[in-house]
């Protein structure tokens, strides 16, 4: 059974910062896209940024140059570092982990005051 577990959420003043981590277990972490993907009241869920198994990333506008995903074999364990954070990052952010299926995690909040 593929569980995604999340951890690091909470609550910061603007320009503060963040660390989430998503830990996988019940498949090869090594042959899955991992990505972190947020959802803010009333909006749709969106793509934050994602980790390719050779490492490349892709990260959303709204966040590059201030989040940064990696990702950890030996622990199974990918996280976003979320820096500089503003109100607009407000939100409940997702683990996901791609291959053939999608994978979810049970999401944590996010809350960026100003």
């Known amino acids: 059974q593929v569980q995604l577990v999340e951890s690091g959420g909470g609550s910061v003043q603007t320009g503060g910062s963040l660390r989430l981590a998503c830990s996988l277990s019940g498949s090869d972490f090594g042959r899955v896209t991992m990505g972190w993907y947020r959802q803010a009241p009333g909006r749709q869920r969106e793509l934050v940024a994602k980790?390719?198994?050779?490492?490349?990333?892709n990260y959303a506008d709204s966040v590059k140059d201030r989040f940064v995903i990696s990702r950890e074999y030996a622990k199974s364990t990918v996280y976003l570092q979320m820096n500089s954070l503003k109100p607009e990052d407000t939100a409940v952010y997702y683990c996901?982990?791609?291959?053939?299926?999608?994978?979810w995690g049970q999401g944590t909040q996010v809350t960026v005051s100003s």
């Open positions: 996901n982990a791609a291959s053939t299926v999608n994978y």
């Open positions: 980790i390719y198994r050779d490492g490349s990333t």
